[in-house]
């Protein structure tokens, strides 16, 4: 009965990490770690493959992160009559290659053209129309598309842009 009592807590544990969203990921990445075990990289292969074991994490093996957004996440009073929605990355990326994903129909903005990198290479530009008193939520890469990456081909960490125009 009490084995029985231990499996429930720790099956009831593992439910909550997994609602949490990512926390599993994070617990997962950190006890390998810990154990000298590869770190798992969203969208890429461990970083102790890429680099052989012994050697130190380089900006090379690593996924491209987002470093900035236009607008700002979490932004709200944005003005709707903004006409594009920047990202920039941490590193040169692959041109011609993106990923904006809706979380939901409704959050997705309407586009008004085809998404390009500005000369920096690092900052992708998507053309938009925004209404007001909206909230946009746009992933910016995905569990299931990485079009992202970076010009080692290493698929960008996925980010979900979150913000509201103002009304």
Same mark, same amino acid.
């Given at each position: ?14 439910v909550g990490a997994v609602m949490v969203g990512g ?39 690593? $996924? $491209? ?90 698929r960008a960490v996925p980010y979900l842009l979150v ?5």
């Amino acid at each position: 009965m009490m084995a029985w009592t231990k499996a429930k807590v720790a099956a009831a544990v593992v439910v909550g990490a997994v609602m949490v969203g990512g926390t599993g990921g994070i617990v997962a990445m950190n006890r390998g770690a810990a154990a000298g075990a590869p770190t798992p990289v969203p969208g890429g292969a461990p970083v102790a493959e890429e680099q052989g074991e012994g050697k130190s994490v380089s900006l090379a093996a690593v $996924p $491209p992160v987002v470093v900035k957004t236009e607008p700002q996440a979490g932004a709200s009073g944005v003005d709707p009559a903004t006409k594009e929605i920047k990202v920039t990355f941490s590193k040169d990326m692959k041109d011609g290659s993106w990923s904006w994903s809706t979380l939901s129909k409704e959050s997705f903005p309407k586009t008004t053209g085809k998404p390009r990198y500005l000369g920096d290479k690092r900052t992708c530009v998507l053309p938009v129309e925004l209404k007001p008193g909206q909230t946009y939520a746009i992933w910016v890469n995905s569990e299931n598309f990485g079009g992202f990456q970076d010009s080692a081909g290493h698929r960008a960490v996925p980010y979900l842009l979150v913000f509201e125009t103002k009304r």
